[in-house]
Every structure is written in C-alpha cells, then in structure tokens.
C-alpha cells in the first residue's frame, strides 16, 4: 500500500482501467470520503476504506473482491453507485512509495 500523492491526477473515465492495470492502485475521494482502489496479488480487485483500520493498521475492504477490473468498475460500492456514475464528483491521486497516510 503506498502513501495518496498530493497532486491530482487529471484522467478520464476511459483511461481509468489501464491506468490501474498499469499502476494496479490509485487513492479516489470523494466529497470527505477516501478510498484506495487496488489489486489483491494482481488477481483479484477491490476497494478500501482509508478511515478505518484493522488490527494491522491496513484500511478496511468496502466492496467485493472480484476477479476483474471490469467486474469490479461495475461495483456499487459508493453509497450504492458505481464508480462511472460517480466520476464527475470523484478525484483520483496516485499511490506512491513510501509511508501511507
């Protein structure tokens, strides 16, 4: 899991899928909600909470792990919409190294 970088990404809903089969992570908030959107092993995706932490400090799934990308883009995880239906609101920033917010 890497830290959300500061600076926004600028990308396009059609861009979103290879910019995370390329990346295989990227943070999106949406209004004061944030979640971390990545691969599990590069198989399998799904998106986490970043306000709530486990007992291993590691952010919390909030949506189904699913084989695809595709699959998981079809999720409606954001308080019952999907990612598309929610893009204009969302805003995405890269996962970097180092340590996690």
């Known amino acids: 899991m890497g830290k959300k970088a500061q600076e926004e990404l600028k990308i396009s809903y059609e861009a979103l899928d290879e910019y995370l089969h390329i990346n295989h992570s990227v943070y999106m908030r949406v209004g004061s909600k944030v979640y971390y959107i990545t691969d599990a092993n590069e198989n399998y995706w799904r998106a986490q909470d970043t306000s709530i932490r ?3 400090n590691h952010f919390v799934d909030c949506s189904e792990l699913v084989p695809t990308l595709g699959e ?7 308080n019952g919409h999907t990612i598309e239906e929610i893009f204009d609101q969302a805003h995405f920033y890269a996962s970097i190294t180092g340590e996690r917010d």
């Open 54 to 56: 486990n007992h291993k």
């Open 72 to 78: 998981f883009l079809s999720l409606r995880f954001v």
